[in-house]
């Protein structure tokens, strides 16, 4: 389904769940279109088709064995007037537009493209091809920059793709459905030019301002010492005049000064040492209880059951995969349950490889009833399909089995 490097389309291949062609006339045409006999398939669909000239599953098989056939304008006028007729299917937008892109036509491939995702919001692959053409429309916008100056291009690759059949309800992917090569389809190379960046020289840091450091205060001079006085000299007794000598005198002698007492300096009283506050003694953190774990039985059991189904999906073991199924099993689109397991034995048995992978599913158990939610994964020789799907399973008789299937 991808129109990709090798230039090969690849086309989905599944029944449409409203007014589908008959199984086995679809099975038959999809056999001698894997087989190379493409000639004989579009014999066949359009006798089909006279009978039955509304069928919209054939009339999408139509366009595609045109397309192998190398008649893109017969297809492309297929595919128009699939979307003037059913204009809720994105699917024969889609398929116009990867032969639009084919042609060059970019813009009115977005355009239809466009168009499929108006019809629902929700298709990947639309998405997918939408981003290949906004692709395709930058490559053409580079080279013509790069027309107009100079630089070095980089190769870049694109791939779109085109579905074969018509989805199996709302919003549905095309899940477990088998691949086919298509026609070629050219690819134009893409060209890039590598975005120039100019160095950027390397800013020089600030030279930091030195830091000044206080410096210590110059010592003050010593005090010079005052100069001790000299004792005076003693007085000298002048000669005594002549006649009785005078009464000696009686010189009192200065009394001795008192010693001063020296002053005891006290001891300082020694300091108490502090008294240490009392440690509070913490009380004992209870144990704690580990909380009951939740019976998480009915959910394994449900999980263990969904894993089962994609297994024998995988191993296309068709009455083990059936076996999955309830009784109260609602097909889809109004489809009766003979007409349902025919049409899922046709689409499984000798189909080749096929895997199926069942990724960050997410359920809900209410009773008896289950919801399991999951990203789905298939795939096969030439295909790789994902998809977001929802199964609501019941419980009876103790087995979990699936009552709704939906793709989103």
Do not use: C
Request: charged residues 20%; without cysteine; positive net charge.
């Amino acid at each position: 389904m991808k129109f990709a490097a090798q230039k090969t389309l690849y086309f989905t291949l599944a029944l449409m769940a409203w007014a589908p062609a008959h199984a086995d006339e679809f099975a038959d045409v999809s056999k001698l279109a894997k087989a190379g006999k493409v000639a004989e398939a579009l014999t066949k669909t359009n006798e089909y088709l006279s009978k039955h000239p509304a069928d919209a599953q054939m009339r999408l098989m139509k366009g595609v064995l045109l397309t192998d056939q190398n008649k893109p304008e017969e297809a492309i006028a297929v595919f128009i007037k699939l979307t003037e007729d059913y204009k809720d299917l994105p699917e024969p937008y889609n398929n116009l537009a990867v032969l639009y892109a084919a042609s060059g036509q970019y813009d009115k491939a977005r355009v239809v493209l466009e168009k499929a995702l108006r019809t629902n919001p929700s298709y990947q692959t639309a998405y997918e091809n939408l981003g290949d053409i906004y692709g395709k429309m930058a490559s053409q916008a580079y080279d013509k920059a790069l027309a107009l100056g100079t630089g070095t291009a980089l190769p870049g690759k694109s791939k779109l793709t085109m579905l074969r059949t018509v989805s199996n309800g709302a919003g549905s992917k095309m899940v477990g459905v088998e691949p086919m090569p298509a026609s070629q389809v050219a690819a134009a190379a893409v060209t890039i030019p590598p975005l120039a960046t100019a160095p950027v020289a390397a800013r020089p840091l600030p030279t930091p301002a030195p830091v000044k450091v206080a410096t210590a205060p110059a010592p003050l001079p010593a005090p010079t010492p005052m100069p001790t006085p000299a004792p005076a000299a003693p007085k000298v007794a002048a000669a005594p005049l002549p006649g009785p000598a005078p009464a000696p005198l009686k010189v009192a002698a200065a009394p001795a000064p008192a010693p001063v007492p020296a002053k005891v300096v006290a001891a300082p009283a020694p300091t108490p040492a502090p008294t240490p506050a009392p440690v509070a003694t913490p009380a004992p953190v209870p144990a704690k209880v580990a909380a009951a774990k939740p019976d998480t039985s009915e959910r394994d059991a449900v999980l263990a059951q969904v894993h089962g189904w994609a297994k024998a999906w995988t191993s296309q073991n068709v009455d083990s995969y059936l076996g999955y199924y309830s009784q109260q099993f609602e097909p889809p689109k109004g489809l009766t349950r003979k007409a349902w397991t025919d049409e899922r034995r046709a689409r499984i048995e000798g189909k080749g490889r096929i895997h199926v992978e069942v990724a960050a599913p997410e359920v809900t158990v209410n009773g008896n009833t289950a919801k399991v939610s999951f990203r789905q994964t298939y795939e096969s020789d030439r295909l790789t399909a994902r998809s977001r799907k929802t199964l609501v399973m019941v419980k009876n008789g103790g087995k979990w089995q699936i009552k709704q299937e939906v793709s989103n």
